[in-house]
Nanobody
């Protein structure tokens, strides 16, 4: 079965950095685009970044220039490097993948940015 396990969240001051990891299993990782989402308190879940199976990346405007998504198809892992963090980046961050016929997310990892 598809499993996504996020880690790396925590409490950081504004301007700081964190690196989130997502270990994937249960599907052929190298063939799937991977996604990072986030959901702040009382907010909807938003797409943060994506990376295609071939490594093409895309970012939401609110993180462009600050966050970097990357992947290792041998390790079946996707990362989100987050720099210049802001209090508004506070959210639960989820790794996601679409494996027909469903979307899957991990349990999430909390990121809290203090001002």
């Amino acid at each position: 079965q598809v499993q996504l396990v996020e880690s790396g969240g925590g409490l950081v001051q504004a301007g700081g950095s964190l690196r989130l990891s997502c270990a994937a299993s249960g599907f052929i990782f190298s063939t799937r685009a991977m996604f990072w989402y986030r959901q702040g308190p009382g907010k909807q879940r938003d797409l943060v970044a994506s990376i295609s199976s071939g490594g093409i990346t895309d970012y939401a405007n609110f993180v462009k220039g600050r966050f970097t998504i990357s992947r290792d198809n041998i390790k079946s892992t996707v990362w989100l490097q987050m720099n210049s963090l802001k209090p508004e980046d506070t959210a639960v961050y989820y790794c996601g993948v679409f494996v027909t016929p469903s979307n899957y997310w991990g349990q999430g990892t909390q990121v809290t940015v203090s001002s």
